[in-house]
């Protein structure tokens, strides 16, 4: 077991490691647990849940503060619930020590979406091709968050991503915040849409509330016209609208939250709320690939086969999957074309494959017949 213990006589964390914290001098700005259970089955293996996550804080800095973590470890719980361990899912700096200002959080996958928070993610922006307006304002929105206070009022802090689905809306939020190293809060609109009135904008609100102990931070609202309907709409669900006021009132900034960026993404801008719309700064337009682009996808994505591929034309199929999205053309085109190859020999992903795949992507849905409906 590996948890180091800077002031044993301090804390109340037992296990010690062979570390020691003179060699490790940079204190922990950002910690992410996860809950893992008790090291043993016992009857009292409830999973202790967090009622307040800002309370929890305090008390999990007070009990492990002096500690040395990287990722991967455990801590023990000895005060409420004893032995019960969270996981180190994150930490940063990737070895440092827990202090009076390191923020806490647990990833609890139990609870509410707005629990989870991602910090460090696999994408980068080299991995997204293409949108280069997109790009640009992440720049800004990357300089904004590495220094917020330079930006005073004038912060970039509503930002809309617009356009088709599967286009790198959610991918390049992500490597946003790989690039800036700040943490991300994912939303999925729906998700915010409780069970009881009076859930959803409480959930917005305590959405804020941990993103500005978090800050600088990104939050990242996907499917937005899931909540914020266009008025007429709301009517159908009262709970709706009281959302779309919360997160008005969020938006608004009527509690100052510096170093919070919200950028929210819609396939389907029309049926926002035009309140809703209106509050962000800057809509961003993202586009199918052109071309140049579906070559650079197909390019990339193949590189990443599990199996060998033919020598292939790439620009032909690039040239033929105009009016597809990135994600159709590696979750459509490509995928079919391993799965074939796969279910022939499984060695190597032929021109036929592809040719295929192709066929079967282009392959006009057929009409329904009325006729056959009525036997
Ligand atoms: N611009 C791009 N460059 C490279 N790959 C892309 C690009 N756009 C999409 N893809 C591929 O499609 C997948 C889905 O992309 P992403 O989730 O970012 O789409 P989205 O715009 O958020 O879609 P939705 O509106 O449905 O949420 C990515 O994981 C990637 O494999
Ligand atoms: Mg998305």
């Not at 999973?47 to 470890?73: D, L, M, S, T």
């Not at 979406?113 to 990357?142: H, M, N, P, Y």
């Not at 999205?325 to 995928?335: A, N, P, Y």
Request: aromatic share 8%; with cysteine; charged share 25%.
């Amino acid at each position: 077991m590996v948890l180091i213990v800077k002031t044993p006589q301090k804390t109340n964390v037992s296990l010690k490691r062979d570390i020691s914290t003179d060699e490790v001098d940079s204190s922990a700005e950002f910690l992410i647990l996860e809950p893992a259970g008790y090291p043993m089955a016992s009857l009292l293996d409830d999973y202790p849940e967090i009622e307040n996550p800002g309370v929890f804080e305090h008390y999990a800095r007070e009990q492990w503060n002096g500690c040395v973590v990287c990722k991967g470890e455990y801590l023990f719980d000895k005060r409420m619930y004893p032995d019960f361990a969270y996981r180190v899912k994150e930490v940063e700096p990737p070895e440092s020590v827990i202090a009076a200002n390191t923020s806490i959080v647990v990833n609890d996958i139990e609870t509410s979406s707005t629990s989870k928070v991602e910090f460090r993610t696999e994408i980068t922006f080299d991995d997204v091709v293409g949108q280069q307006i997109a790009r640009q304002k992440c720049k800004l929105i990357e300089r904004y968050l590495e220094d917020p206070e330079r930006f005073g009022k004038w912060a970039p802090s509503n930002v809309l991503f617009i356009g088709p689905s599967g286009t790198g809306k959610t991918m390049l939020a992500k490597a946003l915040a790989n690039k800036t190293h700040v943490p991300l809060l994912p939303v999925k609109s729906t998700d915010m849409i409780g069970e009881f009135v009076g859930e959803g904008s409480r959930q917005i609100h305590q959405l804020y509330d941990r993103a500005q102990d978090l800050a600088p931070c990104i939050i990242f609202i996907d499917e937005l016209d899931a909540i914020a309907l266009d008025r007429r709409n709301q009517e159908l669900r009262g709970d709706v609208s009281e959302i779309v006021n919360a997160l008005l009132t969020e938006m608004d900034g009527i509690v100052e939250r510096p170093g919070v960026c919200t950028i929210a993404a819609t396939n389907r801008p029309a049926s926002l709320d035009p309140a809703v719309r209106g509050r962000f700064e800057e809509e961003i337009e993202f586009v199918l690939p052109d071309e140049y682009e579906r070559y650079s996808i197909l390019e990339s994505n193949l590189a990443t086969f599990p199996i060998d591929v033919d020598d292939i034309d790439l620009s032909y199929f690039a040239s033929k999957t105009v009016g597809l999205s990135g994600r159709d053309i590696v979750e459509k085109f490509l995928k079919t074309a391993l799965h074939l190859a796969i279910m022939d020999d499984g060695k190597v992903v032929s021109a036929d494959d592809f040719n295929t795949s192709l066929k079967r992507i282009s392959k006009p849905v057929a009409p329904l017949n009325p006729d056959g409906l009525y036997v």
